[in-house]
């Protein structure tokens, strides 16, 4: 993840950009970040993932989708919405969609941490995803082989669910079904 590119624009202008540019730009508190592109690694993990949610929800309730997307985060007690773009994410309240992005909270994100982004997505990212209520987020690290499932407690604090590092099974807690074997989900 690259430095923000300019300080405090308002919501508005960032669309303009993202309107007027092929870059992958994500919006938070006022401030647009450039979004890496993905490496070789990145993009087999993103499409096993991708693939297995895929099929686990087709025709059901909720929906997967997979970056670039953009998610614009909103919740009604918080003035300001965010846009990002995860690597994939699971959306089952389909009313926030449109024909160009999501507006709302998805009930599932999945980061897969790039080395130019690791603090955007360990720290930034996982207190604004717990700050919307999203209820699951996993965060998928290649460099080191590691899967990280946090979920929202009562308190609407995230609590690490399960870790694994480079074998073993993790599995969500919102779609028992979704499971990954991390030895199949890193390989080469």
């Given at each position: ?41 990145h ?5 096993r ?18 970056a ?8 009604e ?15 089952c ?22 080395p ?13 995803y ?18 990280h ?19 073993g099974?993790?599995?969500?807690s ?5 499971y ?9």
């Open positions: 993840m690259s430095m923000p590119k300019e300080n405090h624009v308002s919501i508005q202008e960032y669309y303009k950009r993202r309107e007027q540019s092929d870059t992958l730009m994500e919006y938070i508190n006022g401030v647009v970040y450039m979004t890496p592109s993905p490496s070789t690694a993009q087999r993990i993103s499409g993932l991708f693939v297995q949610l895929y099929q686990l929800l087709e025709g059901e309730e909720c929906e997967a989708f997979h670039p997307f953009d998610i614009e985060l909103s919740k007690d918080i003035s300001e919405n965010k846009v990002v773009i995860p690597d994939l994410s699971v959306i309240d389909k009313s926030g969609l449109s024909e160009s992005r999501y507006t709302g909270v998805p009930a599932l994100i999945i980061e897969i941490i790039s130019s982004n690791q603090s955007h997505d360990l720290v930034t990212k996982l207190n604004l717990m700050q919307y209520g999203v209820q699951e987020y996993w965060i998928v690290n290649p460099l080191i082989h590691t899967i499932v946090y979920t929202l407690s009562d308190n609407k604090q995230y609590v690490q669910k399960d870790v694994v590092k480079e074998i099974v993790i599995q969500s919102l779609f028992e079904e979704f990954v074997d991390a030895k199949f989900l890193f390989k080469q």
